[in-house]
């Protein structure tokens, strides 16, 4: 009897083509046998947090998101940096995931496709936020993968090998956690 791994994807970009869309979507497609890595793509339809709405009935985006991450054995994100801290919709996001039990204890890593010597503002941030959400952050997992525009094909997916090999080995990592 085989047991499927299922991995949700969060992207905290709204751009489409951006490079955190394509790390995310290339770790889908390189997700091995017996693993399911699903992109989250509700970002840009969760309303503004607001803890007055934190109670049942939510409303259905952030239902959806928290059913997202419930199903979910493990959480991988890749988000960009803005304003040396996380873009305010992935922030919302995770705002949304603190009042909730979805997170706790789920193992969380993420990658940083920002050029060398940045994202790492980000980074922190998101490592503080994940800390209050209850989330288990696999360290071994969390990842700088520098990925320069041209290493992005015209399906979106990254051509670049050492790329492919880092977030390949980036989501091994998190998924030998459990």
């Known amino acids: 009897m085989s047991t499927t791994r299922r991995v949700l994807l969060l992207s905290g970009s709204l751009r489409a083509g951006s490079s955190n869309e394509a790390v995310l979507r290339t770790a889908a497609a390189l ?43 493990a959480l991988l994100i890749c988000t960009p940096e803005y304003a040396g801290t996380l873009p305010g919709s992935f922030k919302n ?3 949304w995931t603190v009042g909730g039990t979805e997170t706790t204890g789920k ?24 800390g209050y959400t209850g989330a288990t952050v696999v360290e071994a997992a969390c990842r700088a993968v520098p990925v320069p525009p041209d290493a992005i094909g015209p399906d979106g997916l990254i051509t670049d090998q050492s790329v492919r090999a880092a977030i390949a080995s980036a989501l091994e990592a998190l998924l030998s956690t459990r």
């Open 31 to 73: 997700a091995s046998e017996g693993v399911t890595a699903t992109r989250y793509e509700g970002l840009a339809a969760l309303p503004h947090f607001n803890p007055d709405h934190d109670t049942d009935p939510l409303p259905a985006p952030v239902a959806e998101l928290r059913a997202a991450i419930d199903r979910a054995d």
């Open 107 to 130: 193992p969380t890593a993420w990658i940083t496709a920002a050029a060398p010597g940045r994202g790492t503002g980000a980074a922190a941030t998101l490592a503080t936020v994940l």
């Open 93 to 95: 996001l995770l705002d």
